[in-house]
């Protein structure tokens, strides 16, 4: 085991001790919108709370995080002392949001990291630990969070699946529930996958549940939603994974037009079909003129190496993530040079307008 597992113990004692200054002030809490995400922001603000503050959430849009600018005008509008950002992945740009910053993640900082955060980050400390193990391993020394262990196992589920690695992970899932986190999973990640991309949504239903038997068994408000969502997505899958694949050397590329995030489960759809490729699902409908695309394998292929030695420049929002899982958002023209780049070609006729 890594001594410094799940991140350096200055790191998490740089975290625990921006937790304690953060509840003194007006903290808010910015988390991503999977359920890795939600978990970890969740199990901070009880943090919070038990220490006496009064978190506010903000949650970013379709398409956006906390460097875009509209989330940071909305973080400057409630005039925190501090702001917490969790599992958004790592940018070498400043927070900028009128407040000393936490960043809590554990993707691969390819572009750097933000130059104004306290930092904790399990990146590089195998196995890499997800946001929600994370944040609960710092939390836990800062108040008893005992009680919010199954929100650390829920994102694990989420973003590693019932068979990770993570010391603890499995006893844990056993003692929860592997039924209801696997169903309490498939509900939260409905409303962000869905067009509406109504992560306020997963958030009132998490913030409600005391473990998650009460989302899978519709216990407490909201799951209702939650559900015709998640059918709505499962149809939209439905629809986009019969696209025709254009294969093409090592890629297999489908693009389709929908308003829902669902290219990351198409791609995954896909990747039994052609284990040994590189299966790219480019969304042309997710955002007005630009091109929502993600990398998937079932081969042992750093994905996140290949999609930077294309040589294609990828600015802003793409290429991000893991070495497993990658992608991005890029203007329609700047994909097209993309996927040229890979061999690929143009995607088809009429989904570039």
Wanted: charged letters at 20%; a neutral charge; hydrophobic letters at 45%.
């Amino acid at each position: 085991m890594d001594a410094n597992w799940p991140a350096p113990p200055a790191a998490i004692e740089a975290a625990r001790a921006f937790l304690r200054g953060a509840a003194a002030g007006s903290p808010v809490v910015v988390p991503d919108g999977d359920v890795d995400g939600l978990s970890s922001g969740l199990i901070a603000c009880r943090t919070l709370e038990r220490l006496g503050a009064k978190p506010v959430v903000i949650h970013p849009g379709k398409g956006e995080h906390v460097h875009t600018g509209a989330v940071r005008e909305r973080i400057r509008a409630e005039a925190p002392d501090a702001v917490l950002v969790f599992d958004q992945g790592s940018r070498g740009l400043p927070i900028d949001a009128g407040a000393k910053a936490l960043v809590v993640d554990h993707h691969q900082p390819v572009r750097g990291l933000p130059p104004d955060a306290v930092i904790a980050s399990s990146f590089g400390h195998e196995p890499v630990a997800n946001t929600s193990w994370l944040t609960f391993a710092i939390c836990d020394g800062v108040a008893d969070c005992r009680d919010l262990a199954w929100l650390a196992i829920l994102g694990t589920v989420g973003d590693l699946g019932t068979e990770s690695q993570i010391p603890g992970a499995k006893e844990l899932l056993r003692r929860v529930g592997v039924t209801a986190v696997r169903e309490a999973v498939a509900l939260l990640n409905a409303p962000r996958r869905h067009g509406a991309h109504d992560v306020a949504a997963a958030w009132s239903v998490l913030a409600a549940a005391t473990g998650p038997a009460d989302i899978a068994k519709g216990r407490v408000p909201g799951v209702e939603l939650l559900q015709r969502y998640r059918a709505e997505v499962r149809a939209e899958v439905d629809r986009c994974a019969k696209t025709r694949p254009i294969v093409a050397g090592q890629v297999a590329l489908l693009a389709f037009r929908s308003p829902a995030k669902v290219h990351p489960l198409v791609a995954a759809r896909w990747t039994r079909r052609f284990p040994d490729a590189i299966v790219i699902a480019a969304n042309y409908g997710y955002l007005p003129g630009r091109v929502n695309f993600v990398l998937r394998s079932a081969a042992p292929i750093d994905l996140l190496a290949w999609l930077h030695g294309l040589g294609v420049p990828l600015p802003g929002d793409a290429g991000y993530g893991h070495a497993r899982a990658t992608g991005g958002s890029l203007p329609v023209d700047r994909f097209e040079e993309l996927l040229a780049a890979a061999g690929v070609g143009a995607a088809p006729a009429g989904l570039s307008v």
